[in-house]
């Protein structure tokens, strides 16, 4: 595929605290969101801190869980909280996610709650 095809290449980074639940939480929000938003196009790399110290002071890391965008441009950090797929989203600029579509329900409203005519 052609890089307009398929849009730009993500590149990311998850830096990590071993194997805490946050840190678990956080990896399992981040792969799922590559996996439903960015598939194909993203590549994730998981670094715990434990393991690598090197990295995190190079990277200048402060603050675990660190989710680092590198590209595409502009790169941005997002730290704290990353369990909660709408608010990575936001930070990456992905918007909100995909909806699932809604089919009326038996009582005959839409899917945004109103009655049908």
């Not at 981040?30 to 670094?47: F, K, N």
């Amino acid at each position: 595929m052609t890089e307009d095809a398929s849009g730009p290449r993500w590149s990311l980074t998850l830096y990590v605290s071993g194997a805490s639940p946050r840190s678990a939480e956080a990896i399992a929000t981040v792969r799922r969101i590559c996996d439903e938003d960015l598939a194909g196009v993203a590549d994730l790399d998981v670094v715990n801190a434990v393991e690598h110290p090197r990295r995190v002071i190079q990277d200048r890391i402060i603050a675990l869980p660190t989710l680092v965008k590198r590209a595409p441009a502009p790169s941005r950090q997002l730290v704290g909280d990353l369990t909660d797929p709408a608010r990575v989203r936001l930070g990456l600029d992905l918007g909100p996610a995909n909806p699932t579509p809604a089919t009326p329900s038996a009582g005959g409203t839409t899917a945004e709650g109103g009655d049908r005519p």
